[in-house]
Structure formats: structure tokens, C-alpha cells
């Protein structure tokens, strides 16, 4: 039985914009319980694949404060056939499906071809424009050809996952109306260009996440990440803002909302 709970206060709690609950070890009912505890009452688990999409419904389906999106990573962009881009389309009907993604390009590992890429982050356009969801990026050194694609396709409501930019990037996204995401990488002593992009930011552009069971703070480097560790992107946030972490946790989960209008 679902223990989904469309009631819940709107705007209350952290929100966790990008986690994978389907690849952490532990129980993700522990983890969610965890997570309410530490004050996070929202996370959206990411699919990388139709698989992971499912299965990421499947969570949202079964625990209170999950939500899922549905969409193929650019690592595997290559296995993107007719039947695969059936089932995002199919999972993307369904209300707890709150964006089309995780989808971009990465042309800094390159697991699949360049054209692969771009002809599979094409198709996640559309089907946002399509579907009237937002759009989650992933973007690794490939900035000048995601902007490009997200002007050739007149993307609309744009997610920057696990923002890697630099000032100059964060403005330029922020001018284009798109959302930047931060992750606890912000919190690692060689990222300064992260903290002053998220401190450069206009307050209304900034979402946080965690990118679970990826990128623990530093000062839980090495081990695996959660969402109730979305706390320590707030305060870092804060910090580089001069700002306090209400503040930050406020504008935060309002922007979340925004950003993603299925969330509820």
C-alpha cells in the first residue's frame, strides 16, 4: 500500500531536487525517514535510464515525499531505441513524473558518441515542450552545445543539475530563465568557482541537491551520500551568500515548486 501522501504542506521542508534512492544500499524507507527527520519532506529521484525511470515511479509510488522523473543519461544515450523512448514517454503521463530527465551531454567520459548525444538530448527537449514538464541537465564539459541545443529546441523550463559552471555560465542561465542546482561537490575546498556562482546568483534561480548516493560533503568524503545531506548545500549556499540557512532553505524550497510545478 502507498504511503504517498498528496497532502502535504506545500512549501514545507527542504526539497531534494535530484537524488537516486534505486542505487543507495540502503532501505529507502529508512533513508526517506532519515531524510523527514533532518527536516528534508521532498526528494525527486532521478531516472538514468527506462529502467531506473521505473523504478523510480515505482518509489514514488510507495513513500511519502517522493517524486520520480523519467529520461535517459547521456552515458547511455546510445541504447535510446523506439521501444526505450516508448516507456519514458509512457512513464512521463504519470503525475508523480515531475520532469523529463535526467538527460545532457558529457563530453568529458563520452560513454556514448557525440551525435548520439545530441540527437538523444534532442528528443528530451521535445518531449518537455510536449508534455509541459521541466527538463533536468546534466552537463559536463559540453556548456557551449547545451546551450546551443537548448536554443535550437526553445526549452522552456530548464533544471541544471549538479550546476559545474562557472559565474559567467550561472548568469547566462539565470538570464535564460533556467534553474541552477547545487550539489555538496560545493562544499569541497578546490570548488570556490561553484560557491561564487551559487553567491552570484539571483536567490530565485537556486535549487539544491544531492545527487545520492554521489558527491557526500567534505566532511563525509568517501563515504555514500543521502538526501538529508541536502542540509549541508543549504549551508554552504548560505555562507557564500552571506546569508542565514532559513533564508536559504525558504527560497530553496519555494523555487522547487516553481521549477517543478507536479511537486505537491
Known amino acids: 500500500m502507498s504511503d504517498h501522501n498528496p497532502e502535504l504542506p506545500v ?13 543507495l544500499e540502503r532501505d529507502p524507507r529508512e533513508v526517506m525517514a532519515e531524510a523527514r527527520a533532518a527536516g528534508v519532506e521532498r526528494v525527486i529521484c532521478a531516472g538514468l535510464d527506462p529502467d531506473s525511470s521505473r523504478r523510480s515511479v515505482e518509489l ?19 541504447a535510446l531505441d523506439v521501444r526505450a523512448g516508448a516507456l519514458i514517454e509512457e512513464l512521463l503521463a504519470n503525475p508523480l513524473v515531475v520532469a523529463v530527465g535526467e538527460c545532457g551531454l558529457d563530453f568529458y567520459r563520452m560513454r556514448s558518441p557525440r551525435e548520439d548525444q545530441e540527437r538523444v538530448f534532442r528528443l528530451h527537449v521535445e518531449l518537455s515542450r510536449e508534455t509541459g514538464t521541466p527538463l533536468v541537465v546534466h552537463v559536463r564539459e559540453a556548456w557551449p552545445e547545451i546551450l546551443r541545443l537548448l536554443d535550437e529546441g526553445s526549452a522552456e523550463r530548464v533544471v541544471l543539475h549538479c550546476f559545474s559552471g562557472d559565474v559567467d555560465i550561472a548568469r547566462e542561465c539565470a538570464a535564460r530563465g533556467y534553474y541552477v542546482s547545487f550539489a555538496a561537490n560545493l562544499t569541497y575546498p578546490k570548488n570556490a568557482h561553484l560557491r561564487h556562482a551559487a553567491a552570484a546568483l539571483p536567490i530565485d534561480r537556486l535549487l539544491v541537491e544531492t545527487d545520492s548516493p554521489y558527491l557526500a560533503p567534505q566532511r563525509l568524503r568517501g563515504s555514500n551520500n543521502h538526501p538529508a545531506n541536502v542540509r549541508s548545500v543549504i549551508e554552504e549556499i548560505a555562507r557564500a551568500r552571506g546569508s542565514t540557512f532559513d533564508e536559504v532553505l525558504r527560497a530553496t524550497t519555494a523555487n522547487a515548486h516553481a521549477a517543478f510545478p507536479r511537486l505537491r
Open 11 to 23: 512549501q514545507s521542508g527542504a526539497v531534494d531536487t535530484h537524488c537516486h534512492l534505486f542505487l
Open 60 to 78: 514514488a509510488e510507495s513513500l511519502r515525499g517522493v517524486f520520480a522523473t523519467a529520461g535517459m543519461h547521456p552515458h547511455t544515450a546510445s
